[in-house]
Structure formats: structure tokens, C-alpha cells
């Protein structure tokens, strides 16, 4: 079955919404979503209702797309059990971030949202922002690491925003961002530590329940974790039974470590590393320095599980390189948020990690499939193909973005070209 097409445009605007549209639920802090700046503490407010993620479902009515789900026959037979793609990297922007983004921008208090939009990203958060802001007519600062995707950052620009490079990584254009903010009254989105960008995200869960009605698993890529604790709030209120699974790079694994040890911890990928890893399925146990955000110091070490990997002429790092960096650039967060790690910490179930060529080979999947998603969207594939057992009962893989990388791309085409794995055809509902 075919779905019906999303509008090519989306309706700008949408004006300001009412009292409950912006009342987000969270009880110890009813006024965070309206705050012009960022909220003191977002995680000591950690109960995010499914009414608020109603309403923001509301003000993105005819904003975002509804995207497709796909069936995937070869998947589903490997794993036994049926598997979805959920498509937002078609979404505008080609990220579900415009989702959390927009719905941020449109309940925000209107003086702030007049004297400028201000946002620190790696690439799509940036365009999210920078779309909302075209969308109420209001100019758009953002704050990238020095690096980022060269075709995140173009495409931000094309949506009329001011990009500033700041040398670092995604957290110190988290505090240059804040600090302009706060200089001019501006209005600061953060990625994912906001109550009204976790509820914009949290519509996909909605959405899912309806495109697969018994749906037992949901995977989702994780970076500062605004996504994986959306979907989760909406899932838990309306389906509980549905398992939430995150996933990450294991170069960059501070949710999965910090919700081992049960608090929020910074990892520093690649510190005790001599030189790069080969991106190849030998990748070997990665030992990482870790501290714990109140300033405590800690030793953890993420074990991935690697089998055996299909494809061949696998990529590599170069052995010269100091810090090994996670191909998945959408998702090199160092540490969890608070409102997102206190979210996840009570409604997502497990976060895996999975090595650096799982990526490659669930793009290669995906581009086979006629799916052109960047690396941090596959992580959900890469996580089927390297822990199979996770897909229980009817399966959801969110693929969240599809900005890729021309290089990127590139590779994932070479591969494509001599990968064995028959993918079969996909299969759409709405």
C-alpha cells in the first residue's frame, strides 16, 4: 500500500497558540516552556505528559510531515519478525529536528522570539531552528563546531540564518550560543534539553502507534537524547508495553554509560587511544576517560558486540589520527542532558552501542533500498544487523536524518556497489 504524499511545502507560521498548547506539563516548573532563555535545572522537572505532546502535535499540524513507515521483507525475515523503517529523514529539512524546533519557536514568549532565535548544533537542530525562524519572520543565530557538515551548514544558511563557527566541539557552541543569548534577550533552542523540543519530538511516537498498531519495539538513535525520551513519554503513556531501545557509536557512548552507572556522565572519547581505530569488525574493546558532570572523577569502558561484518573493503581510519571520532556526527554528544537522562532514566529501556562499520553497512542497507540516510539515522539498522535479538514483536527503526555528508556518500555508493546482502523491496504504509 501506497501512503498518500506529504505536502511539498509546509504552511509557515501557524500564529501564536493558546494557553494549552504551551503549557507543557512539567510540574515543578509549569513556566520552563515560555522561559526567553534556558531553563536553571530542566531535570529536576522530569514528567513530560502526553497531553503536551498532544499539543505540540497540534501546532505542528501542518507543519511537519506526517513520514511514511516502510516494511523491510529482508530484514524481517533475517530477524523474524517484522521491521519499519520510520522515514524522517524525509521530513522538511530532512531531520525529525525540525519537530522539537518549531514547536519550541511557536510557544516561546513572542518578545523573545522577536529579538532573534539563537541555536548551537552540529547540523540539523541548526536547520530545524533556522526554519522555524524563517517560518515567524524573526532572524536566527547559530552556533556550529568548527568541522561541521559542510552540507548541514549550507543548507542552514539557505534557510536565512547567521552561521558563527566556534573551535571545539557541540559544547562549547552550546555555551557561546547561551552567552549570546543571554546578552541580547534573544531566544535560546537548545537541541535537546527543553521541555518543548522534547515534546515536539515525542509526536513521532504518537505518529507510530497509529502506522503500526501493534508495534513492540522502537529503535532510536541517541546524541543528547531529546528524540529517544520523546518517543519514550509518548509510548509509556499510551502503549507501555512497547520496548524502547537507544543506540549509539561506541565513540561516543555517554548515554549508554551514564545510564549503567545511574548518573550522568561526560565521556571523552579516544583519550587513552594511541591512534585512530580501524573502522573494520575487529574494532577493539575502547577504553574511555569518564567524569562524572558534579565534577567526580571515573574509569568506564563500553564492550560493543561485533560479529563478523558482510561487507567488503571496509573503511579505516588512518592510524596517524589522535582522536578517533564517530562517523555518526549527529549523535557526538558528550554527555546526556539533564531533562532528557532523568526522562530515559524511567521510560527507555536500554541503550546499546554499536561499532563504527555497523553505520556503514546500514547505510549500504538503506541505499540499496532506495534510502539515502546519514549515519547517525541508520544507527537503528546498524544496531539491528550487530544485536538482532532486540527486535521483539513488530519493530520501528527511526531513521532521524538524511543530511549526508558528499563524501559520505560517496563511500556508502562504492560499498553499495560490491555488497553481496540482497535487500528485497520495501513495502509503504501510511
Known sequence: MTAPAADDQPTPGGGDPGPGEADLSIEADPGAAADPGAAADPGAAADLSVSAIEAAAGVLDGVARRTRVVHDPGLSAALGTPVWFKCEHEQHTGSFKLRGAYHRVATADPAARARGVVAASA?????????????????????????ANPVKVARTRRWGARVEEVPGGVEAALAAAADFAARGGRLLVHPFDDPAVVAGQGTIGLELLDQVPDLGTVLVGVGGGGLVSGVAAALRARRPGVRVIGVQSVLAPAFAISLRAGRRLTAVVGADLPGAVPLTADLPVTDL???????????????????????SGRPMLPRSAARPRTIADGMAVSEPGALTFALATRLVDEVVTVDEAAFWEAMVLLRRAGLAVEPAGAAPIAALLRHGGLAQGPTVAILSGGNIDPGVASRVKSLAAVATDDVGELRTTA
Open 289 to 311: 576517560s569518564v567524569t562524572d558532570v558534579p565534577g567526580a572523577a571515573a574509569r568506564g569502558r563500553v564492550i560493543p558486540v561485533i560479529p563478523g561484518s558482510r561487507l
Open 123 to 147: 547540523g540539523n537542530h541548526a536547520q530545524g531552528v533556522a526554519f522555524a525562524a524563517a517560518a515567524f519572520g524573526v532572524p536566527a543565530t547559530i552556533f556550529v563546531p568548527a568541522g
